[in-house]
């Protein structure tokens, strides 16, 4: 294992290049025309950048309008809309003809992987970053280290004036599963595609595979089981009640628009919770309605034709799972009748969602600046006087910034608020000082 120590100083490392630091780099981008360029790398575990690539599924497709985009609420006259990325795809009139606001997801990660590959010389692929720590200069925290890996176990150190972290959501295990991290039967729903490749199911052979959850994810691994293995029998567990939609309605969706961000943080920390709350069910534990008519449908010919082939366990809790010799033994709750079974599958999804806690672990030996990691409008972390350097965080700000933080509702309009807190921190730090980059050059 080798380890190397850059000397260059960036202004800004980004943790991820996921579509929160990609539209960040396009608003940098932009505002260095006026305002000077930043010295900034991005860096992404991934080998190759993909947008959830294991979901990434025939049928699934964008569940919000393709205008929100990295730039078109901010700038629709940018060269990385999706409009231009059509266009110089050849595929905008096709497009149009389609007659739709929502591209297939395979094809929004193909216009994230154009804008991303603008940005080649600012970014860096095979790099885990797994912790910032503390620089000290004239006893304050003036600087960043942030300590990265790549697959084979090499360390880098790089320093830097500033770190956005967008590093997006972690899949979350439930307990009962999480001795079974290492059985090959059970996987969770973000590594669906490349799992499924190596099951016997693949090449014809019946299985017995239990989806667990109720959301979005649950309902595009049901309909994609169901369309793209015959040979498999397919149990739903849930413990909500039904399947519901989401609620995509136009008042209900106004939640996401730029403003919004504004009445959730301007509301006493204690009233934001439960306006949050409110509209949960537009993007948690819920599917689209045309997925659910879908699903419905199945199961409805299932009783016409006689044949049950898949089944639909609602009001069902899982109190233990365990790998057996004959397959992965579920120990079921029906949560209506308080009755107990036992079901054997060949395979079990975790459909359960994502948690958003990661920041915390990478921001460790920072911990005593950063106190309960309160964030500012701006997104920036607030430090105490000890700490000069500047942390930002994209998706990691739902509970004070509202519930287009995890999404792509924002990413246009946050990305640049973000941008212009940078430029004004850079500046204010390094007036006076020797600096990497040019951009007091240019600011008058
Ligand atoms: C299956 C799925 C479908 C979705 N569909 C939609 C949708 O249709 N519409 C919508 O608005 N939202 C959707 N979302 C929500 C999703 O969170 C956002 O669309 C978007 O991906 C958020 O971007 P991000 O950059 O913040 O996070 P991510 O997209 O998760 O990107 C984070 C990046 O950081 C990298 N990374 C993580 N840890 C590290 C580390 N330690 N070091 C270096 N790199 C790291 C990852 O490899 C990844 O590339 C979906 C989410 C999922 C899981």
């Known amino acids: 294992m080798k380890k190397s ?71 629709p006259t940018s060269p990385y809309t999706f409009v231009n990325y059509l266009h110089t795809q050849g595929r905008l009139i096709d497009f149009i003809n389609l007659g739709t606001f929502y591209p297939c997801r395979m094809e929004f ?22 912790s910032i720590e503390p620089i000290f200069k004239q006893e304050k925290v003036n600087e960043l280290r942030v300590v990265s890996r790549d697959a084979l176990g090499n360390q880098y150190e790089k320093t830097a004036r500033s770190v956005v972290l967008g590093s997006g959501g972690t899949p979350s295990i439930p307990e009962e599963f999480k001795g079974l991290k290492d059985d090959g039967r ?10 499924m490749l190596t099951q016997p199911c693949a090449k014809g052979k019946s299985m017995r595979i239990a989806i667990v959850g109720g959301g979005q994810s649950a309902a595009e691994a049901f309909i994609d089981l169901n369309d793209s293995y015959p040979s498999v029998q397919v149990d739903m567990i849930m413990r909500a009640s039904a399947l519901k939609p989401a609620d995509s309605s136009p008042f209900v ?57 898949h089944a639909f366990h609602c009001l069902t809790s899982i109190s233990s799972a365990e790998a057996t010799d004959q397959g992965v033994e579920l120990s079921l709750r029906n949560m209506a009748d308080g009755t107990d079974s036992t079901k054997q599958y060949d395979l079990v999804i975790l459909a359960t969602g994502y948690k958003r806690k990661h920041y915390k672990k990478l921001l460790a030996p920072m911990a005593e600046y950063l106190g309960d990691f309160e964030v500012g409008r701006d997104y920036r972390i607030k430090t105490d006087e000890r700490c000069d ?7 990691f700000c739902q509970s004070t910034h509202g519930l287009s933080d995890t999404l792509l509702s924002v990413l246009a309009i946050r990305s640049d608020e973000i941008a212009e807190s940078l430029y004004t921190h850079l500046i204010k730090q390094q007036s006076g000082e020797m600096f990497s980059s040019s951009i007091l050059d240019t600011v008058e």
Do not use: C
Not at 111 to 124: D, M
Not at 186 to 195: A, D, M, T
Not at 266 to 275: I, K, S, T, Y
Not at 389 to 395: E, K
């Open 253 to 309: 969706n106004e939640i996401f628009s730029p403003d919004f961000t504004d009445v959730i943080y301007n509301l006493a920390p204690e009233d934001r919770e439960g306006l949050v709350n409110e509209y949960h069910n537009t993007n948690y534990s819920v599917v689209d309605i045309e997925l659910i008519d879908r699903i419905y449908s199945i199961f409805y010919r299932q009783k016409v034709s006689d044949l049950q082939r």
């Open 186 to 195: 059970v996987f969770h729903h973000s590594q669906y595609l490349q799992r």
């Open 109 to 130: 990660n193909d216009y994230l992987r154009w804008v991303a590959g603008h940005f080649s010389q600012s970014s860096s692929y095979g790099e885990e970053v797994v």
């Open 5 to 75: 120590i850059e000397s260059d100083i960036y202004d800004l490392i980004g943790v991820g290049f996921g579509p929160s630091n990609i539209a960040l780099a396009v608003a940098i981008d932009e505002r260095s025309k006026l305002q000077g360029n930043l010295k900034s790398l991005f860096l992404d575990k991934q080998s190759d950048y993909s947008w959830h690539g294991n979901t990434l599924v025939s049928q699934s497709e964008l569940q919000i309008s393709f205008l929100k985009d990295l730039v078109s609420l901010r700038n």
């Open 389 to 395: 350097a500047a942390l930002y965080m994209q998706g």
